[in-house]
């Protein structure tokens, strides 16, 4: 199981900082969507330059141009680059192709999605890692809930989850082993970041 920080809602300089204080609990750095759009693709460079031995995830987002966005980030230095699972199955397929010719990969985002044929027929277009994620905006009404693992069900994907996992949470959603668990708030909204990475990580091996 890894762990992936997400930094969202950051500026460039608190993101090195926090990464500086937890690079040695996370296993993959999460480039957020609106750092993104803040800074460009160049913050993926800056980022992959500063921390070579870390994935980098690019949270693009991607729900059409597909080979022109995954272009784009994984020649800024992405190793896995999201696509939103709603998108047009031409888009999936032309983003799966773009990571294939760069050595990178794709996690499709199954924010809003809700059907499991839906996650099959992604599937089927050759699609491998997903993300079962509840979005920001719809964490009032409740964070990630372990009830989201049966849309992937006999689906043979690897599995990202997301959405207001925190140290309290996360013991629950451990038991059904996904392959990454994405972190953000839980550790980058923290007064110590390092004290609740350390802290997630312990639960995450058991210590
Ligand atoms: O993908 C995310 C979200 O859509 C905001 O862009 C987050 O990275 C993901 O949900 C993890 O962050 P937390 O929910 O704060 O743990």
Redesign the pocket.
Known sequence: MKLQL?L?RLTRGESIRILESVKQHIDII?I???VIKEYGVSIIKEIKELYPGKKILA?MKICDAGKYEAKQAFTAGADIVTVMGFAANSTIKETLQVAKEMNGQIMIDL?EIQSADRVKELSSTGADLVGL?V??DK?SEGVFHTDLFSLIEGIPVQVAV????NSKTLPDIKQHKPDIV?????ITGQENPELAANTIRNIMEDR
């Open positions: 997400a969202d999460e957020g969507t609106g949270d924010l994620h979005g920001k964490q997301a959405g207001g996992i994405i972190i953000g708030s839980a």
